[in-house]
């Protein structure tokens, strides 16, 4: 706490010690640069400087500073022929546009070109020189130390994670800065680097087509391994989140520098060999891809599936490392393939390089030829001296392999975009206004307008983020006899055009890992077929999954469904659960046996009661026949044929007017039929009861009574039928909870009370007729009908007791069965048991159809 209170002091006595040093040195007469100049690496005077920034070198010396003394300059070693070829392609340019008479005619190009050594404290240091110069300026003490910048843009660097470092440095200054091999997404901010911009497409849209491309393939389980910088980092977590949009899972996702140790590698190493996906995804810089491969090499780790980043994947030093054939059939992205006339030949004449300016010729000549100056040390191995005059023709080595050619065309189409600005500015035409003050944030603001096109044909523009468009090759490894890999291109990516469109896989063969014509698996789980659903593992992600199959009644007819669909309640799953069929309707019907056989009992019953009407008719004067009201008999032996009839309406598909009229015309016949079973009881009761000394009662039921009487049961049965049909009459309905694979097709009641009022009032009569039924039973007669009446109605009242329960009880069709068995067992009960005997006597046994039999007294049989 105490240290932390003299904090404010401690402040303002450096502050008051700065103020006082900015004064006295403002006295001073001449402006120093603090610190040790940084001399270009190659330098050519022009009349417009242009900056360089590249890596000779890819490594440098360790030290420890001691920070007691001044530290040394950094002493780079590893030469790096990339550097050179790109530092080529830029005085290409330059020489190319100091030679024509279109573009700044009488303007020469002059350009400072610097080493960074692959050092990122070194690419700021050497871009502050650029933008500061290394002169020491004279001036008196009231002139200020300011001045116009010394260069108009900057061509370089190499990787992401400088460019950063230098663009945040310059940015404040405007100062343009032209990249051809930084593709990491971040630099597309223009609030952190307002003045960046580049020739090679963000990593934006790399990342997103990789992503699509392994989710075309079906790739859904992958390995992911990225380079420890800006570059590697961005560009896998715009992959990451592009995958996970499409449903891939990433296994592991693993970083690395080439400076880590070995352990750190070998534990990559280890991940991949206890990984189960089969697909790598590399999003490596070929330095960093350098050292993995020898990784690989020594552990002989293939049948790997790789996928690449466009800074290896069209490497022929990455492919000519890879002698045990790892990385065959790997597939990437590509920037597409590029030729400049006549670059190539410029490049390769180095001649030109052996100048004054070019301190770093001695070890780039001894490097390229594997030779010796005198003034160099002793001869190693199989080196020669160098003469300074040796050529190329022969020599193959990684400065002699053009695979980069679109890099260097990258290089290319940067410096022609600054000359097409400064063109303009100058306001150039035969010749230019050399009066024109330059400044670099007018340059910046050409640039970013410019569009034109190369004499090549290709169209160089920026977007508002400094971008050139999206177009991808995309590269495929093909091992040829010979053992050299092929780069063969099989499609084509552009982001400019519609989502559904821009990955184009061209017809071509593909070749696989260890030469494989078959696209590999690699999925965490199987894909589940139709008829099944995903059910996610368990602390597991997304891709690994159970396929479960869809329970009944719902389906799924496309592969990876995580849904089961429940189908429509008038279809069922099929037996695969694959498709949802109609459910079969089921209702009695008369094709199926229980119809048929119920309607040829139906059939029957009518036909016997026609039998039995037509004896009846035949006999009709008879006294069997003439006895207890022959026009009751004739209108029961008509009600029963009604009975048998309206069981059919019962049979067949449920329509709404077969479902209103079964359970009217049930209930009107069947109340029909009972009051004439009723009248012909009364008629038996009062018979007797008329025998009786001084009984008149017969007058008061005579058959004009019993008529009115049959009318008037009948009558309370159709005012009941009219009630249920108007209120809540019956109707077909689908029955689905009856069955889970059939429709159930029935009538529904519309309004039960209705129905049981029917029922019971049937019911009730039947009550009334079996009382009265068995009081009549002894009444003396040798042929008391009101025992067979009696039997008949206890028989009807057994079948409807029983039939409520089994009504109940019966699913479906059989519901209907029974009541239809009902209505055919009671109405054949009151046949048989009313009529049957009475045609047995007419037919077979005619002695006893007489009056006197009939009227005949006997002692009355116990019943």
Same mark, same amino acid.
């Given at each position: 706490m105490p240290s932390t209170q003299r904090w404010p002091e401690q402040g303002w006595a450096l502050l008051q010690l700065l103020l006082v040093a900015s004064f006295s040195q403002a006295e001073e007469p001449v402006c120093r640069q603090r610190g040790d100049p940084e001399n270009p690496q190659l330098f050519k005077n022009g009349d417009i400087m242009l900056g360089g920034i590249f890596s000779f070198h890819t490594s440098w010396k360790d030290r420890q500073d001691t920070y007691r003394h001044k530290p040394l300059p950094l002493e780079c070693t590893s030469l790096n022929f990339r550097g050179w070829q790109f530092a080529q392609a830029m005085l290409f340019a330059i020489e190319g546009i100091n030679n024509s008479t279109e573009l700044l005619p009488g303007i020469s190009l002059g350009y400072k070109i610097y080493d960074s050594c692959a050092s990122i404290a070194r690419s700021v240091r050497v871009a502050l020189a650029l933008a500061n110069g290394n002169e020491i300026l004279s001036a008196l003490s009231e002139a200020p130390c300011t001045r116009t910048a010394q260069l108009q843009a900057i061509m370089g660097e190499t990787s992401s994670s400088p460019c950063m470092a230098i663009a945040t440095v310059i940015g404040p200054f405007h100062i343009p800065m032209i990249s051809h091999f930084a593709t990491c997404a971040c630099l597309s901010d223009k609030t952190k680097y307002?003045?960046?911009?580049?020739?090679?497409?963000?990593?934006?849209?790399?990342?997103?087509?990789?992503?699509?491309?392994?989710?075309?393939?079906?790739?859904?389980?992958?390995?992911?391994?990225?380079?420890?910088?800006?570059?590697?980092?961005?560009?896998? !977590? %715009?992959f990451t989140e592009t995958a996970q949009h499409l449903g891939i899972c990433l296994e592991y996702s693993v970083s690395f520098f080439r400076t880590d140790p070995p352990d750190k590698i070998q534990k990559i190493i280890d991940i991949i060999k206890a990984s189960t996906s089969k697909v790598i995804v590399a999003f490596l810089s070929h330095k960093d891809m350098d050292v993995l491969i020898h990784h690989l090499s020594d552990h002989n780790?293939?049948?790997?599936?790789?996928?690449?980043?466009?800074?290896?994947?069209?490497?022929?030093?990455?492919? !000519?490392?890879d002698i045990n054939h790892i990385l065959d059939g790997a597939i990437g992205m590509s920037i597409p393939k590029a030729h400049v006339s006549g670059m190539r030949e410029f490049m390769l004449d180095v001649k030109p390089l052996n100048s004054s300016s070019n301190e770093m010729f001695p070890e780039f000549w001894e490097t390229l030829f594997n030779c010796k100056f005198k003034q160099s040390t002793s001869l190693v191995g199989n080196q020669r001296e160098c003469t300074g005059h040796e050529d190329l023709t022969g020599v193959q080595n990684s400065f002699t392999d053009m695979s980069l050619m679109p890099i260097f065309n990258n290089v290319y189409k940067g410096v022609y975009a600054v000359a097409h600005a400064l063109h303009n500015i100058l306001s150039c035409n035969k010749t230019?206004?050399?009066?024109?003050?330059? #400044?670099?944030?007018?340059? =910046? $603001?050409? %640039?970013?307008?410019?569009?034109?096109?190369?004499?090549?044909?290709?169209?160089?523009?920026?977007?508002?983020?400094? #971008?050139?468009?999206?177009?991808?090759?995309?590269?495929?490894?093909?091992?040829?006899?010979?053992?050299?890999?092929?780069?063969? /291109?099989?499609?084509?990516?552009?982001?400019?055009?519609?989502?559904d469109k821009q990955l184009n896989l061209q017809n071509k063969s593909f070749i696989w890992a260890q030469n494989s014509q078959q696209v590999p698996l690699s999925v965490c789980s199987e894909k589940c077929p139709p008829g099944t659903r995903k059910v996610l593992q368990k602390g597991k992600p997304v891709c690994c999954y159970d396929c479960i199959r869809c329970a009944e009644g719902e389906m799924s007819n496309i592969t990876d469904s995580i849904t089961c669909v429940r189908c429509h309640p008038e279809f069922w799953s099929n037996e695969r659960r694959d498709a949802c069929v109609k459910k079969v309707a089921e209702f009695l019907s008369y094709e199926e046996i229980m119809g048929a056989l119920l309607t040829a009992a139906s059939l029957f019953g009518t036909c016997i009661t026609a039998v039995v009407a037509f004896i009846f008719f035949r006999y009709r004067k008879t006294p069997i026949v003439r006895a207890n009201n022959s026009e009751l008999s004739f209108l029961l032996l008509f009600s029963l044929t009604l009975c048998f009839l309206c069981s059919l309406t019962f049979i067949g598909r449920p329509s709404e007017w077969s479902c209103k009229l079964r359970h009217t015309a049930f209930g009107i016949t069947f109340v029909l039929c009972i009051s004439c079973v009723l009248g012909k009881t009364i008629v038996v009761l009062m018979a007797f009861r008329a025998t009786l000394p001084g009984s008149n009662v017969m007058k008061?039921?005579?058959? /004009? $009574?019993?008529?009115?009487?049959?009318?008037?049961? /009948?009558?309370?049965?159709?005012?009941?039928?009219? =009630?249920?049909? /108007?209120?809540?009459?019956?109707?077909?309905?689908?029955?689905?909870?009856?069955?889970?694979?059939?429709?159930?097709?029935?009538?529904?009641?519309?309004?039960? @009370?209705?129905?049981?009022?029917?029922l019971g009032y049937i019911g009730l009569l039947a009550m009334l007729c079996f009382i009265l039924a068995f009081l009549a039973r002894k009444l003396p007669d040798n042929f008391n009908e009101a025992k067979f009446i009696t039997f008949s109605m206890l028989i009807f009242c057994a079948v409807?007791?029983?039939?409520?329960?089994?009504? @109940?009880?019966?699913?479906?069709?059989?519901? &209907?069965? &029974?009541?239809i068995f009902a209505i055919l067992a009671s109405s054949f009960g009151l046949l048989f048991c009313i009529f049957i005997p009475k045609c047995y006597i007419i037919l077979l046994k005619p002695e006893k159809n007489t009056k006197k039999n009939i009227m005949g007294k006997g002692i009355p049989k116990s019943f």
């Open positions: 307002p003045s960046f911009l580049r020739t090679i497409p963000s990593d934006y849209y790399q990342s997103r087509a990789l992503a699509q491309l392994v989710w075309h393939f079906g790739w859904t389980w992958v390995g992911a391994i990225r380079t420890n910088d800006d570059y590697g980092n961005n560009g896998m !977590a %715009i780790l293939t049948g790997y599936q790789w996928v690449g980043s466009e800074s290896w994947i069209f490497d022929f030093q990455i492919a !000519a490392m230019c206004n050399n009066k024109v003050q330059l #400044d670099p944030f007018t340059i =910046l $603001q050409h %640039i970013k307008k410019l569009k034109f096109k190369t004499k090549e044909g290709d169209e160089v523009y920026f977007n508002e983020n400094g #971008d050139p468009a999206a177009k991808y090759e995309i590269i495929n490894w093909q091992p040829t006899e010979h053992g050299i890999v092929d780069f063969v /291109t099989v499609g084509l990516y552009d982001a400019s055009l519609p989502a008061w039921f005579g058959p /004009t $009574q019993q008529k009115l009487s049959v009318v008037g049961f /009948t009558l309370i049965q159709v005012i009941i039928c009219i =009630l249920w049909l /108007t209120i809540s009459p019956p109707f077909p309905f689908k029955n689905f909870d009856e069955s889970k694979d059939k429709i159930i097709l029935e009538c529904a009641l519309g309004s039960a @009370v209705g129905f049981w009022a029917v409807w007791i029983t039939f409520i329960p089994a009504y @109940v009880s019966s699913p479906g069709k059989f519901s &209907v069965a &029974v009541e």
